[in-house]
């Protein structure tokens, strides 16, 4: 079962909707490669399209091998121009048909500022905790057959319309509807949702239903991390009260709501941080990033 | 001819649904309940107009309508420093928690508007006020009585010590309140007082008793040790959480010198017994003190040298769930494995049949569940 979209699978479930690049956002993060879900790593073995691509390069150098060398000439020069094109590719992972000028896979087409020096960012990686993703199966399905005929699956129509399916790798929930829709939730990267979600459908495929993988799209993104030294959130509630909700009654966090990038930030007195409503992962990132220098400014109190 | 009120002669009422009518009359009555000055009125009204006619809470349920008033009133009363809590105004409207607690966060952030945090001082102010304790009546004992001026003034050092201590940040109000008014009366008369517990007050004082204040007074009776084991005159003493309670009024007074050094600064860590989680060997001193012999640092263990932590172990100032962190819930990093997943990998069959029933396995399902 293939994806549909025009957009190659690098850069699905990444990229906002067409035409809503965010301008202008920094590279914050040298080590940090956009949109792979990836722990610092050399930017090759990272990108899908340069594994494919890599796929690609093998079986034309294989192919190159078996021509008898009659044809050599002709073949090297074939074989050399992809191969050229690909270590390209495999230094700066740009998404296909843009120049690979800069490494910066998600805004290919936007100035890149120079990447900010270690001793500006803050050093810490918010890591991604949850993906929520929907997909649309494009059939109408008949979810007590499902419930019946998958042991993964739980069907109570009285208290929810939908049947609640989990696999075990990559760890995930789903919910589908009867209307072919589902929604795939407890991922840890975009592309572990996408293959999650691929499996559901792979499942649903099996049990009979002619199940398309349609208009694949990460809906949030959560993230989490550590400042590693108590807030005042009474402080910054007061110097910040526009973007931010302390209630004390109610909850021991602070709701701040950044507004660009667009992600609400709980943050808590022992200085762990919870960032969620991005579509993208840079927005997490951009939004710690935003939100470090505030909270070191109510470090040292006594 | 009978005097006509302005309202009537120029339709004004009639102007407004009925809806609007009774939720106006409602802010009106609970800004007269709770005596609040009539400015503080007119502004939750136009609030309320507001949010009644915000796309948001047009159609909502008529029992969030309701509360809706109260919030506005609610809002108005924080934008004015005026201490009222969410527990109030909920007990006063019959409303669920939750519900009030939704209604209150949509309404901040649909109007925008920015409410200032419950301010402490003014709320110690308030509460107390309706503590039984400062006049004469029949089932308190003479030597439970206390002079409110005295107790609201020690109250309100002992939630500013709390407040700087880490004690107060992310925490329920109230009960920090409750358990610095219960130490602060026994403080006042020590020895008809230390035998009555926190239970037993709060019954004869006439107020709630939240189930948090037990461990706001464990947290409290434990800042106040350290800080007394610092007081020179009282380390002879072998205080315990009873009796440190006679010298609190001491420690107050010596307070900021208390804290300084009972306690280590976020930066000293190092110097401390106990360094922040996650930190590598504590005992470090630090430039200028004179620790004997260089030998290695993590066989200094605790400092013996450092000018501020000698003596036991002086903990770090910090919040209490940093100093006692729960078990650790979360994995650690993604491991290299999770992160080559490109989301394209081929599935296998296999994989997929494992989560499909065989037809033996159905037919029994089906009948377990009795489907047909």
């Known amino acids: 079962m293939d994806q549909n979209n025009s957009l190659p699978p690098y850069a699905q479930g990444l990229a906002s909707p067409q035409g809503a690049m965010t301008p202008g956002i920094p590279i914050f993060s040298p080590m940090m490669p956009y949109g792979t879900g990836l722990t610092p790593q050399p930017v090759q073995s990272t990108n899908s399209l340069s594994i494919l691509e890599e796929q690609q390069r093998q079986q034309q150098q294989q192919a190159a091998a078996q021509q008898s060398t009659s044809q050599q000439a002709t073949q090297g020069t074939s074989g050399q121009t992809p191969q050229l094109f690909h270590s390209q590719t495999l230094t700066t992972a740009p998404l296909p048909g843009t120049t690979p000028l800069y490494p910066s896979p998600m805004t290919p087409m936007t100035p890149i500022t120079p990447a900010t020096p270690a001793s500006e960012s803050s050093g810490i990686v918010p890591q991604l905790q949850n993906i929520v993703s929907t997909v649309n199966l494009g059939c109408k399905l008949d979810l007590k057959t499902i419930a019946l005929r998958a042991r993964n699956a739980e069907y109570n129509p009285k208290r929810f319309a939908a049947v609640i399916m989990r696999i075990r790798e990559p760890r995930t929930t789903a919910l589908i509807f009867s209307s072919g829709k589902m929604v795939c939730t407890g991922a840890k990267s975009e592309e572990q949702s996408r293959l999650a979600a691929r499996k559901y459908a792979r499942v649903v495929q099996k049990l009979g239903f002619p199940a398309k993988f349609l208009d694949f799209k990460i809906q949030n993104m959560v993230g989490s991390c550590d400042v590693k030294f108590p807030i005042r959130l009474e402080g910054l509630v007061l110097t910040h009260q526009q973007f931010s909700s302390y209630e004390p009654e109610l909850f021991p966090g602070l709701i701040y709501r950044m507004i660009k990038p667009r992600i609400v930030l709980l943050i808590f007195v022992s200085g762990k941080v919870v960032l969620t409503g991005a579509k993208v992962r840079a927005e997490i990132y951009e939004a710690f990033e935003n939100i470090y220098p505030i909270l070191k400014g109510f470090r040292k109190t006594t | ?372």
Request: proline share 8%; with cysteine.
């Open chain 2, 1 to 372: 001819l009978a005097e006509v009120a302005y309202s009537q002669s120029t339709g004004q009422r009639e102007q407004l649904s009925r809806c609007l009518q009774r939720g106006i009359r409602r802010v009106q009555d609970l800004c007269k309940v709770l005596q609040l000055p009539t400015v503080f009125e007119e502004t939750a009204v136009s609030y309320f107009q507001r949010a009644v006619q915000h796309p948001s809470f047009r159609l909502v349920s008529l029992e969030k309508k309701e509360l809706l008033g109260g919030c506005c009133v609610f809002v108005t009363c924080r934008q004015h420093n005026w201490p009222l809590t969410m527990g109030t105004i909920c007990s006063l409207l019959y409303a669920k928690q939750e519900l009030f607690a939704s209604v209150y966060l949509s309404l901040q952030k649909e109007l925008e508007l920015s409410v200032p945090a419950l301010s402490l001082a003014d709320l110690v102010k308030t509460h107390l006020s309706s503590f039984r304790l400062f006049q004469p009546v029949a089932d308190i004992p003479a030597p439970f009585l206390e002079d409110k001026e005295k107790m609201v003034a020690r109250t309100m050092q002992v939630v500013e010590l709390a407040s700087e201590t880490w004690l107060v940040t992310g925490r329920h109000p109230v009960p920090i309140i409750t358990a610095a008014a219960f130490l602060s009366w026994q403080s006042l008369q020590p020895p008809a007082r230390l035998s009555c517990p926190l239970a037993r007050f709060c019954k004869l004082a006439g107020i709630d008793l939240p189930p948090p204040a037990h461990l706001r007074l464990k947290e409290l009776l434990e800042i106040l040790l350290s800080m007394a084991s610092r007081l020179s005159w009282l380390r002879v003493f072998n205080l315990d959480k009873k009796t440190v309670v006679k010298h609190i009024g001491d420690l107050l007074q010596h307070r900021i010198f208390l804290l300084k050094n009972a306690f280590c600064l976020e930066g000293e860590e190092e110097q401390c017994g106990k360094g922040s989680p996650g930190e590598g060997s504590p005992g470090q001193g630090s430039p200028g003190e004179g620790i004997p012999g260089q030998g290695s640092p993590a066989a200094q263990g605790r400092p013996s040298g450092g000018k501020r932590c000698h003596e036991g172990s002086p903990r770090p100032l910090l919040p209490p769930c940093l100093i006692k962190p729960r078990k650790r819930l979360r994995t650690a990093a993604p491991s290299a494995s999770d992160s080559a997943i490109t989301g394209d990998e081929p599935i296998s069959d296999s994989e997929i049949e494992q989560y499909l029933r065989g037809p033996e396995e159905v037919r029994a399902f089906r009948r377990a569940k009795d489907w047909p």
